[in-house]
């Protein structure tokens, strides 16, 4: 059997303008960071200590976006201590370590919520 060639004249002419690409990249992070956060947050209420809801209340997410780091806080004065007493009664609801356990149990959310911004940066 003989061979024979074939002669085709493919041109791929692609452009990748590597700062905008990043600029791309960096916003839907920062825009995955906001929406992991947001859901870390909502999936933190049910657990955190409730008297009369001023901590509960009080939650809410940053990004800083030239570190990419999400923060989620509560900035009652008291939200440390309830946060860190393991011996604390939360009779009404909530429990110690609110945030720390829910950040461990939705952390491969976060990184799927974070992980689909950056597939839409890039186009996928």
Known sequence: M????IDVDVSLDLHVNPDELEKRTRAMIV???RQASEHVLTMTQPKVPWQV??????GSTA???SALEGVISFDQ?????QHE???????????AKY????????????????????RKALGG
């Not at 809801?53 to 009080?58: A, M, T, Y």
């Not at 007493?85 to 429990?95: I, N, S």
């Open 2 to 5: 003989t061979q024979r060639a």
């Open 31 to 33: 825009q995955g960071l």
């Open 53 to 58: 809801g001023d901590l509960e209340r009080s």
């Open 63 to 65: 990004v800083d976006e």
């Open 77 to 81: 004065p008291y939200a440390v201590a």
């Open 85 to 95: 007493q393991l011996d604390w009664a939360h009779p009404v609801k909530g429990e």
């Open 99 to 118: 945030l720390e356990t829910t950040l461990y149990e939705e952390a491969q959310v976060a990184r799927e919520i974070i992980a689909k911004a950056v």
